[in-house]
């Protein structure tokens, strides 16, 4: 109902829309009116209710909520089942129990805030409220537990594009990492349930700072991490940023499991890799090992040269690129 009161005062802009009127056509007490009203209100919406006209919408918070999302987002299914959250511990966290209790492929958790974001190897994601966006998509594919790291390619790959499509242009760490002018802006934690021969589900949890402003960044976090609003100097609208990648994502991946095939989004990680040719250091369970970075195969395997002249593949973990980073 409620919906449905916020979708009139937007269809009419400019005008006062009377209780008594609204309490006709949706077939609710006035009473029952006001309670909405001042339920959205609650919620970051600036209502002017003047008594004998009634309520005219003044303003939209900048939310990430399904009243804002799904009108815009043309997708098939990713984000159709749209669990919203204010404030949360992880989106991650949620989005496996979710997946565990049969939620559907396609299903994301969003949160304004998360409480302890979680980012690889054990690590804290900051995720201040309002600030940037923090969803993890529910994925529940027909494919062997084995190739499902490859999915991570795809949330890059989608993150890249919807950048690209703002104008930003970014590139991309092998396998879960964006990043603007040698900082990260983004990560993705792929984590998934299965056995050997049969996976249960992938959530993939992307985190993008997208408003965050340099003093909000601890100083340590500052010289690694940055935000879109940091590098071009303006507000970028969370709204579309998010409709924009949850479209991008889901056309890479219908190709995946339609075809098989990574091709289109190996491309772009090729293409705007930042580790190819790159002297790294490869970090197996602790253990670090120098190499050079020489390309990413079609089935998304790192493909690097180590000192003593021998070709590998990393399937995926953690790889820094020595000398310019320092947040491994
Ligand atoms: C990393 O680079 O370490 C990965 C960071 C992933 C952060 C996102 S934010 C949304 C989702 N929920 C979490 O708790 N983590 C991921």
């Known amino acids: 109902m409620k919906e449905k009161i916020l979708k009139a005062l937007k269809e009419n802009p400019d005008k006062f829309l ?3 009127m609204l309490s006709k056509e949706l077939g609710i007490t006035r009473a029952a009116i006001w309670k909405h009203i001042n339920s959205l209100k609650a919620e970051g919406y600036e209502i002017d209710s003047v008594s004998k006209k009634g309520y005219k919408l003044i303003d939209v918070p900048d939310l990430l909520t399904k009243d804002e999302i799904l009108p815009r987002l043309n997708t098939k299914y990713i984000g159709k089942t749209y669990v919203y959250h204010s404030k949360i511990d992880s989106t991650n966290k949620k989005a496996k129990e979710l997946a565990t209790d049969g939620f559907d492929e396609g299903t994301i958790v969003i949160s304004e805030e998360q409480s302890l974001g979680r980012g690889r190897l054990g ?4 995720s ?5 966006i923090w969803v993890s998509i529910i994925l529940k594919p027909n ?9 991570t390619l795809i949330g890059a790959a989608a993150v890249h594009s919807t950048l690209e499509e703002f104008g930003i242009k970014s590139e991309i760490k092998w396998p879960n990492d964006i990043i603007l002018n040698n900082k990260k802006v ?5 984590e998934m349930s299965g056995e050997m021969d049969k996976l249960n ?4 949890g ?3 700072n997208v408003n965050t402003e340099e003093n909000e960044l601890e100083n340590e976090l500052s010289k690694i991490a940055t935000s879109l609003k940091i590098e071009y100097g303006k507000e970028v609208c969370r709204k579309q940023l998010l409709c924009s990648l949850l479209k991008h994502f889901e056309d890479f991946y219908d190709d995946f499991k339609e075809y098989g095939t990574l091709e289109n989004v190996i491309n772009i990680c090729k293409k705007n890799s930042i580790l190819i040719g790159k002297e790294v250091k490869i970090i197996y369970y602790g ?6 970075v020489i390309d990413i195969e079609d089935d998304g395997e790192l493909i690097v040269k180590y000192d003593d002249g021998t070709v590998g593949k990393v399937l995926s973990g953690e790889v820094s690129v020595r000398g310019l980073y320092g947040y491994v």
């Open 18 to 20: 009377s209780g008594e």
């Open 143 to 151: 494919i062997p537990t084995m190739m499902a790291p490859r999915i």
């Open 186 to 190: 983004c990560g993705i934690l792929t």
């Open 201 to 204: 589900y992938i959530v993939m």
């Open 206 to 208: 992307i985190g993008i």
């Open 123 to 126: 690590r804290v994601w900051y």
């Open 287 to 292: 253990k670090e090992v120098a190499a050079k």
């Open 128 to 132: 201040p409220r309002g600030k940037g």
